[in-house]
């Protein structure tokens, strides 16, 4: 089991710092699966248990300038590796002007992510700070525990209006509730709510826009009614993390509702791929 990668080009090191902030403030710890096309950082709290799960896709070609990987096996070349992502988010914050950060599974003492941040002198010779980030290698038995998640049977799909917006609007709803529904038709409304015995607030969106499906992914949602609401209440805290880690702009982002069940949301960015799934509470 091999890997390693280089990435030299400064503006794809920022995009992938900023990339590994955003998934640091939505997991302490997450799964890091290694492909040869792609990397993949996976959250898998059970939702059942109320737990958010994430999954986050990258294809590496868009960042790596070298990207080599030998998997476990020929026919399953994949590695699976748990990690903090705090850990690697800190490794690469010393390489905002660096020239070139290598990254490599080594294994000395324990498994770990060797980041090795090569730093610009003055002098001929460069100056490398090497930062060592303890890795679980997670065994092919359990692979199947952390799948991409499939997209629920939603009633309503909506496009999310300006996150900087609806960041600043959560986090004033913050102070009054743990908890905020969030409603939607497939007339492109939607509504943030808090309900508490002291107080109720609302703000509407309008004119979003939903966004079109192909045929059969949206079974629950055909023949709804265009007015009618879909809506969950969820943890307030969830959403504000996932509002709040966004360093990533995304080109576009929706939300999928599951009524009183889930809220799935999706942030599209060219090469990045982010859905989140916040459980709904009873």
Not at 49 to 71: K, P, T, V
Not at 134 to 148: S, Y
Request: hydrophobic share 40%; net charge neutral; charged share 20%.
């Amino acid at each position: 089991m091999r890997f390693r990668a280089k990435i030299v080009d400064l503006a794809c090191l920022n995009h992938f710092s900023r990339i590994i902030n955003t998934i640091a403030k939505l997991a302490k710890t997450c799964i890091l699966r290694l492909t040869v096309c792609k990397l993949y950082f996976i959250l898998s709290d059970k939702v059942a248990n109320g737990g958010a799960s994430m999954w986050c896709e990258l294809s590496q070609g868009n960042f790596f300038d070298e990207f080599q990987m030998e998997g476990v096996a020929a026919e399953h070349n994949e590695i699976y590796l748990e990690l903090v992502p705090e850990n690697l988010s800190r490794a690469l914050k010393t390489s905002q002007s660096a020239k070139a950060v290598k990254i490599k599974l080594t294994n000395k003492h324990c498994p770990c992510l060797r980041v090795a941040v090569e730093l610009p002198s003055l002098s001929s010779s460069s100056r490398i700070v090497t930062h060592d980030i303890p890795v679980g290698v997670i065994p092919r038995r359990m692979w199947n525990d952390f799948r991409e998640p499939s997209v629920p049977d939603f009633d309503v799909s909506i496009y999310l209006p300006v996150l900087k917006t609806m960041k600043s609007v959560v986090e004033r709803m913050k102070n009054l509730s743990n908890f905020i529904v969030i409603e939607a038709n497939l007339s492109g409304e939607m509504n943030l709510k808090i309900e508490t015995d002291l107080v109720s607030v609302t703000t509407h969106f309008k004119d979003l826009g939903n966004p079109p499906w192909e045929d059969g992914c949206q079974s629950s949602a055909q023949g709804r009614d265009l007015e009618s609401m879909a809506e969950a209440c969820i943890d307030i805290k969830k959403l504000q993390q996932l509002l709040a880690g966004q360093q990533v702009n995304p080109t576009k982002a929706l939300c999928n509702i599951v009524h009183r069940r889930i809220v799935h949301f999706i942030l599209l960015h060219e090469e990045v791929s982010l859905q989140y799934f916040i459980p709904a509470i009873a």
